[in-house]
């Protein structure tokens, strides 16, 4: 079974995505092995410089990677990443663990995105669309993809 290890930066505190996320916890449990883990967001001035940004992605790249399983896959979130479908994704789990990649991470940044240098060693970097989104809406997002993969490459007719 695969271990999956989604990584966040920022906490949940909207109700509505604390529920909707342990839903899909919920339903992926018979699936894989999820690992949910909060970090926190690095405290910013109200109008912030470039260097303050910068520098704040790399302590949170830094608290991320020490999160990160060894020898996994690692795909980020970001905006100027591959769009990929379900079937896609689907894929490339099923790839993954098929060639011997017992665990794989997914990060989500927090507001600001994530560290240049923790998008360079992702093996892949996705976008869930060319819009925006909060980046707590797409935890909820990557959960119910990650659900919807697992029954695709089950058969299942979930995925329609």
């Not at 999160?67 to 994704?89: F, H, M, T, Y």
Request: with cysteine.
């Amino acid at each position: 079974m695969l271990s999956v290890h989604l990584i966040c930066v920022g906490k949940l505190k909207e109700t509505f995505y604390q529920q909707a996320c342990a839903e899909y916890v919920k339903r992926l449990s018979p699936h894989c092995r999820l690992t949910v883990v909060e970090l926190p967001e690095q405290r910013l001035p109200q109008n912030p410089s470039r260097a303050q940004i910068d520098a704040a992605l790399e302590k949170e790249g830094q608290a991320i990677r020490a999160k990160l399983p060894p020898n996994a896959p690692l795909v980020c979130l970001c905006v100027e990443g591959q769009a990929r479908s379900s079937q896609e994704l689907a894929g490339l789990l099923r790839d993954w663990e098929s060639g011997g990649a017992g665990r794989v991470a997914f990060v989500i940044g927090g507001s600001y995105g994530l560290a240049g240098s923790l998008k360079a060693q992702a093996r892949l970097r996705l976008s869930m669309s060319p819009m925006t989104f909060p980046h707590h809406l797409a935890r909820v997002m990557v959960l119910e993809q990650l659900y919807r993969a697992f029954k695709i490459n089950e058969g299942s007719p979930y995925h329609k």
